[in-house]
């Protein structure tokens, strides 16, 4: 064979392109286990390099140890890589590699190390030796130079400095005594350091152990130092691994969604997809990030989506939305999930379809009560309702499919002239952390929300331009008085323009908060409210959403109590923070009520009576038709200071014989509520996404 012969060159270059065009081949083991004690170095690490995985390799594992111990840098690295490639094949090696790890030099520790951390139970008796290498703060400085210069790339963590390969064998091979001693690596000055302690407890998978060095993960989490980027990364897979205990982390977790680096925010979204059913909570926030300007960002919302099943299947729309990506692996795991997607609703529907079967027998045996009687329509004859989206619902990037209607693009010509600045170079560009703020948000959310009808009225006229009903989720309410006549565009956006500064100068005149909470029922909330208030403290539910799902706002030492109480209480799925500035809907907001309620009253004769039923916040009932000004004006101030009874809304609208529902807005954060209200009105909600 040409290649064979070519390894007895006497050309060191010639030697080295045939070791490799051998691995490729996975061919002759033992001719290349000759060179592994050629004299010239490059040739030995060629070919230690090039047996890395090769049948047949672990009879040259002898040599190959002794190679760990080289004069020469790259000889020590390939060796190890080799024997790590081999496994258990290597166990033979197993006492002398641990005699390696006693060496005085740090390269040969760290070769050792890496080596035996895959040589399986074997490998284990040398465990008090790896412990006493995290003590080690050396580094192999050799390659240093020729990667600075551009020649090699860096070498790893883990053939380089001692505690690194220490930690990394530590994590497959330690027992709980190692668990102490790579916590005090948590706090180390050495990035690489921690990063590689973090790992290895990630995958001792150190369960009870996890609340023992909550505050260090969580002080990693916030480290905003771009070269720790691989430490958080690291922290976040740690964390993944821990199943409910996850729970605790998932807040610090989602924000760094966020994060300026790809990996980061890579490895958040694996980590909250796989915390089961308390990381599906987390789903619409995921959804955010499959229009990230980053193919693998998009790539991994894609998949966390289609983990989560039903929750992930919420967004739909959005996923079928990328499978024409430009990235083909964007758009083939789209493709994927929206197959996922349609085989559990598939599912669903046979179950159900199996158990209206299953009860006939019984029901048609029984008289029930009949239904209570819907209400009369009082105006029209459509079944169809309207719903905005309130603050939480915005996203960088909205609007971008709809900005050249004509009537949106008139809309934003308004916008930018009464607010002064250009609201769809915000909504399109960010920052995010501009947009999130009450002052910016609510008036994107208004327009966003008129612009999801100007698409509606494109694709279907009849359901946009004679609705039955329209509601609006908080804000989301102004957008829908105006789709209902009281007030035009213009009137619309100033008074969204001062309530959002009002609001946003409440919440700064105090601190505040405002938390989410599911999986309890309204008078268990009510009462850890009651118990979390202490004198003038607000404390209380501020938006009723779905079956046991509330949000509650108040005084920020209360809600810190009622946070850390909720999560000890039995059936809590979720308690989070969110990201509003302030506790609204709570008695917090009664300075921006005024300024509220001063403005509409200026602003009253210019309001008319709504042309079709308004499903309000205030009191999660109908307001008819035709209802005079005065008593809308009422409503609307006192919305802020009091809970919002969304659920009651839509279950009035539904009671009422209201059929069809349009999401018109941003992101599909009111049909995903629906689906916990009830299936089969879900089934009928159509968002129309901006």
Not at 512 to 533: D, H, N, P, T, W
Not at 602 to 611: A, H, I, L, Q, S
Request: a negative charge; charged letters at 20%.
């Amino acid at each position: 064979m040409e290649l064979v012969k070519q390894l007895g060159s006497t050309d060191v270059d010639a030697i080295v392109v045939a070791c490799q065009e051998l691995a490729a081949m996975q061919a002759e083991p033992a001719s290349l286990a000759k060179l592994l004690s050629h004299k010239e170095p490059r040739v030995k690490a060629a070919a230690a390099r090039a047996l890395r995985g090769m049948d047949g390799a672990e009879a040259s594992a002898p040599v190959l140890t002794q190679m760990v111990t080289d004069a020469d840098t790259y000889v020590r690295i390939a060796a190890s890589e080799c024997l790590n490639s081999m496994g258990v094949k290597a166990a033979s090696q197993v006492a002398n590699l641990g005699k390696s790890l006693a060496n005085s030099h740090p390269g040969v520790v760290a070769a050792a190390a890496h080596a035996l951390t895959t040589m399986g139970p074997s490998a284990a008796d040398y465990v008090q030796p790896l412990e006493a290498a995290l003590s080690l703060e050396a580094e192999d400085i050799s390659t240093h130079m020729l990667t600075a210069a551009g020649v090699m790339p860096k070498t790893p963590a883990v053939l380089r400095k001692p505690a690194c390969a220490a930690a990394a064998a530590l994590g497959v091979l330690g027992s709980a005594t190692s668990v102490a001693k790579l916590m005090e690596l948590l706090s180390s000055k050495d990035w690489e350091i921690r990063a590689a302690a973090v790992m290895a407890l990630s995958q001792m998978q150190v369960g009870s152990d996890s609340s023992r060095f909550e505050s260090q993960l969580t002080d990693l989490l916030k480290d905003p130092a771009p070269e720790v980027s691989a430490v958080k990364a690291s922290a976040v897979e740690s964390l993944s691994c821990m199943g409910d205990e996850a729970e605790a982390f998932l807040e610090p977790i989602c924000k760094l969604f966020n994060d300026k680096s790809w990996k980061v925010r890579v490895a958040a979204v694996r980590a909250v997809a796989g915390c089961g059913e308390l990381g599906q909570m987390y789903a619409s926030e995921v959804c955010r990030l499959t229009t990230n300007t980053d193919a693998r960002t998009k790539l991994a919302a894609v998949k966390a989506l289609e983990q989560m099943g039903e929750r992930g299947a919420c967004f739909d729309e959005e996923v079928e939305m990328l499978m024409s990506d430009n990235d083909p692996e964007v758009a083939i795991a789209a493709k994927k999930a929206i197959q996922t997607f349609f085989d559990l609703k598939a599912a669903a529907l046979e179950n159900q379809t199996k158990m209206a079967i299953a009860e006939t027998p019984a029901t048609a045996n029984h008289s029930s009560p009949p239904p209570p009687e819907p209400s009369a329509p009082s105006s029209g004859s459509s079944t169809a309702a309207l719903l905005f989206p309130g603050q939480g619902s915005q996203y960088v990037k909205m609007m971008s499919d709809v900005k050249d209607m004509p009537a949106v693009k008139d809309m934003l010509a308004t916008a930018q002239k009464i607010l002064g600045y250009d609201l769809l170079k915000l909504c399109l560009e960010g920052p995010e952390d501009q947009l999130e703020q009450t002052k910016f948000c609510q008036p994107a959310m208004y327009i966003g929300g008129l612009a999801g009808l100007e698409l509606l009225r494109k694709e279907n006229p009849a359901a946009a331009e004679t609705p039955r009903a329209v509601a609006g989720l908080s804000l989301g309410e102004y957008t829908a008085l105006t789709v209902a006549g009281v007030f035009d565009l213009e009137t619309g956006l100033r008074l969204v323009k001062l309530r959002g500064e009002a609001m946003q100068e409440a919440a700064e005149a105090s601190p505040q908060k405002m938390i989410s909470l599911a999986g309890l029922k309204k008078e268990v909330v009510e009462g850890l409210c009651a118990e979390c208030r202490s004198g003038d403290e607000v404390c209380q539910i501020a938006n009723i959403l779905f079956p046991n799902g509330f949000s509650c706002a108040g005084s920020k030492a209360a809600m810190d109590k009622l946070l850390e109480k909720a999560n000890k209480t039995d059936g809590c799925l979720q308690a989070k923070e969110l990201k509003t500035s302030g506790a609204f809907h709570t008695k917090c907001m009664m300075p921006a009520r005024d300024k509220l309620l001063a403005a509409l009253k200026e602003v009253e004769p210019k309001m008319k009576p709504p042309t079709c039923d308004v499903y309000v916040n205030l009191t999660g009932s109908k307001m008819p038709a035709g209802t005079p000004v005065p008593k809308i004006v009422e409503l609307l101030a006192d919305q802020l200071t009091n809970c919002v009874e969304w659920m009651p809304c839509m279950q009035a609208m539904i009671q009422d014989g209201i059929v069809d529902f349009y999401e018109c807005g941003p992101m599909k954060q009111l049909k995903a509520m629906m689906k916990r209200i009830d299936m089969t009105a879900w089934k009928t909600t159509q968002n129309i996404h901006v």
